[in-house]
Antibody, heavy 124, light 108 residues
Framework: QVQLVASGGGVVQPERSLRLSCAAS????????MHWVRQTPGKGLEWVAV????????YYTDSVKGRFTISRDNSKNTLFLQMNSVRADDTAVYFC?????????????????WGQGILVTVSS | EIVLTQSPATLSLSPGESATLSCRAS??????LAWYQQRPGQPPRLLIY???IRATGIPARFSGSGSGTDFTLTISSLEPEDFAVYFC??????????FGQGTKLEIK
């Protein structure tokens, strides 16, 4: 069955870096676009970034642009989120999520499988 | 950025009753509106996409309707496992993909 297991979360000081990983199994990882979505009690669910199935394209929400980088290693079935210059408002549970499919050479932007989520706390 | 506003924030009902949840978009999203269910301690689960299409394995008591800016998720004859938080999500105009703030469906 499809599994997405995130790791790398924890407590990080403001302006420092953290790298999240998401190990995928149970499906052909290299066929699917992948996302990071985060959740806080105050702001709810917030889409963070998407990476094309082949690594050729990536998009970000404005608040993380220039600070976060999404990437993937299809040979290792793993998605990454490099978080630099983190801020207090980056504190959240981070989910990796699989996109439902593609249409017109773009992801459908629907999330059919999600990891369990990993907590990132930005605090000094 | 398209803002999605869900109402009510909390809905208190009893098992067996029907629930009607609303999602309003700040501008038209055509039919590109999805609904997710999130139980405590779990990630969201895709229920409905493109306003009215049930995802694989979703029971028929869940139905969606609407287009443009106004959408509804209806759950007929509530089961105990249906008490959860429900989010809407638009994919019409992106980035970013956006979500509503959620409606908590609680047991009365």
């Amino acid at each position: 069955q499809v599994q997405l297991v995130a790791s790398g979360g924890g407590v990080v000081q403001p302006e420092r870096s953290l790298r999240l990983s998401c190990a995928a199994s149970g499906f052909n990882f290299s066929d699917f676009d992948m996302h990071w979505v985060r959740q806080t009690p105050g702001k709810g669910l917030e889409w963070v970034a998407v990476m094309w199935f082949d690594g050729s394209n990536a998009y970000y929400t404005d608040s993380v642009k220039g600070r976060f980088t999404i990437s993937r290693d299809n040979s290792k079935n793993t998605l990454f989120l490099q978080m630099n210059s983190v801020r207090a408002d980056d504190t959240a549970v981070y989910f990796c999520a699989r996109d439902f499919g593609r249409s017109d050479d773009q992801p459908l932007l629907l999330f059919d499988f999600w990891g369990q989520g990993i907590l990132v706390t930005v605090s000094s | 950025e398209i803002v999605l506003t869900q109402s009510p924030a909390t809905l208190s009902l009893s098992p067996g009753e029907s629930a009607t949840l609303s999602c309003r978009a700040s501008q038209s999203v055509s039919s590109y509106l999805a609904w997710y269910q999130q139980r405590p301690g779990q990630p969201p689960r895709l229920l409905i996409y493109d306003a009215s299409i049930r995802a694989t394995g979703i029971p028929a008591r869940f139905s969606g309707s609407g287009s443009g800016t106004d959408f509804t998720l209806t759950i007929s004859s509530l089961e105990p496992e249906d008490f959860a938080v429900y989010f809407c999500q638009q994919r019409s105009s992106w980035p970013p993909v956006t979500f509503g703030q959620g409606t908590k469906l609680e047991i009365k």
